[in-house]
């Protein structure tokens, strides 16, 4: 059976209104970027933004590399004209804030017509997590979650904590509605860049809650995010004896086998069968 995975390790903010940093972006070795209209953009320089962005990705300089415009939330001044703009533009997906109910992604889905694009939706509000189920079953185009932890912890009225306990619910419930429903999901951002050991920590943690990759703010993120999320060496290799050993001609049919002095089951063939796909994604991603 074959496993097909699209890398999302590395999901980079990049400001829309800084025309620097997009063309910068276009050899950032990120798995995906997200041009922000929102949380990045003054209001002043909105417009400018969306110009700017609109040209970035019709141009198509940006290789291989998953490109998501996020829009501002249809609420805004800016949020409809964003999204017509995107839609023309022809990103991979359009990323939206703040979604809370079904309802708010139908009503993009409606306003998108034929437009070739998927969505993904920013998790980022108490209402949202205590609706996330039904989100992820809306169906429709959205294909991806995004923690929006940073407005979490201000909505929840909490405080930034290094192991994320007071986040632990959200994120896990967030993960598990993804997963029930095909969806790839991202962790929230590391605030503090200059703390390289605590960001690898966060990336661990984001990987063993089972998030795909993590959303960051700074190019410096990018590389030790992207090994951190990469299956080892041998990891790839412990997976391909396992695939090797289920496909033997006297194991065909078993749900168990014996491996190297241990049971090895079904279940982690098909662990390692996306193990395996994930480290040849990724492989063809950094060699394009």
Same mark, same amino acid.
């Given at each position: 059976?074959?496993?097909?995975?699209?890398?999302?390790?590395?999901?980079?903010?990049?400001?829309? %209104?800084?025309?620097?940093?997009?063309?910068?972006?276009?050899?950032?070795?990120?798995?995906?970027?997200? @041009?922000?209209?929102?949380?990045?953009?003054?209001?002043?320089?909105?417009?400018?933004?969306?110009?700017?962005?609109?040209?970035?990705?019709?141009?198509?300089?940006?290789?291989?590399?998953?490109?998501?415009?996020?829009?501002?939330?249809?609420?805004?001044?800016?949020?409809?004209? $964003? #999204?017509?703009?995107?839609?023309?533009?022809?990103?991979?997906?359009?990323?939206?804030?703040?979604? %809370?109910?079904?309802?708010?992604? !139908? &009503?993009?889905?409606?306003?998108?017509?034929?437009?070739?694009?998927? #969505?993904?939706?920013?998790? =980022?509000?108490? @209402?949202?997590?205590?609706?996330?189920?039904?989100?992820?079953?809306?169906?429709?185009?959205?294909?991806?979650? +995004?923690?929006?932890?940073?407005?979490?912890?201000?909505?929840?009225?909490?405080?930034?904590?290094?192991?994320?306990?007071?986040? %632990?619910?959200?994120?896990?419930?967030?993960?598990?509605?993804?997963?029930? *429903?095909?969806?790839?999901?991202?962790?929230?951002?590391?605030? $503090?860049?200059?703390?390289?050991?605590?960001?690898?920590?966060?990336?661990?943690?984001?990987?063993?809650?089972?998030?795909?990759?993590?959303?960051?703010?700074?190019?410096?993120? +990018? =590389?030790?995010?992207? &090994?951190?999320?990469?299956? %080892?060496?041998? &990891?790839?290799?412990?997976?391909?004896?396992?695939?090797? !050993?289920?496909? @033997?001609? =006297?194991?065909?049919?078993?749900?168990?086998?014996? #491996?190297?002095?241990?049971?090895?089951?079904? #279940? *982690?063939?098909?662990?390692?069968?996306?193990?395996?796909?994930?480290?040849?994604?990724?492989?063809?991603? &950094?060699?394009?």
């Amino acid at each position: 059976m074959m496993v097909s995975v699209r890398p999302r390790r590395s999901v980079l903010y990049m400001p829309g %209104s800084n025309a620097r940093a997009l063309e910068k972006a276009q050899s950032l070795p990120a798995d995906a970027l997200i @041009l922000d209209l929102e949380d990045a953009v003054a209001p002043d320089a909105k417009e400018l933004a969306r110009q700017q962005v609109a040209a970035a990705v019709k141009a198509k300089g940006f290789g291989k590399r998953e490109v998501v415009i996020r829009v501002n939330a249809l609420s805004t001044p800016w949020g409809a004209d $964003d #999204l017509v703009a995107a839609a023309e533009a022809g990103p991979d997906a359009i990323l939206v804030p703040k979604v %809370s109910t079904p309802g708010e992604l !139908a &009503e993009i889905e409606g306003r998108l017509g034929g437009a070739r694009v998927a #969505l993904w939706a920013m998790v =980022e509000t108490p @209402l949202a997590i205590l609706n996330i189920a039904s989100i992820a079953a809306g169906g429709g185009r959205l294909s991806c979650f +995004v923690m929006g932890t940073n407005d979490l912890i201000k909505e929840f009225r909490g405080r930034h904590t290094q192991d994320r306990q007071n986040l %632990s619910a959200a994120l896990g419930l967030s993960v598990a509605a993804a997963r029930a *429903h095909g969806l790839a999901v991202i962790d929230g951002v590391y605030n $503090d860049i200059k703390n390289a050991e605590g960001f690898a920590d966060s990336c661990r943690q984001g990987l063993s809650f089972g998030f795909d990759g993590k959303t960051l703010i700074h190019p410096s993120q +990018v =590389e030790p995010c992207n &090994e951190i999320f990469a299956p %080892s060496a041998e &990891e790839v290799a412990g997976a391909r004896e396992i695939i090797a !050993a289920f496909a @033997l001609p =006297e194991n065909k049919g078993k749900g168990a086998i014996a #491996l190297n002095g241990r049971m090895v089951e079904l #279940l *982690h063939a098909e662990i390692a069968r996306q193990t395996v796909a994930l480290a040849d994604a990724i492989a063809a991603l &950094e060699n394009a």
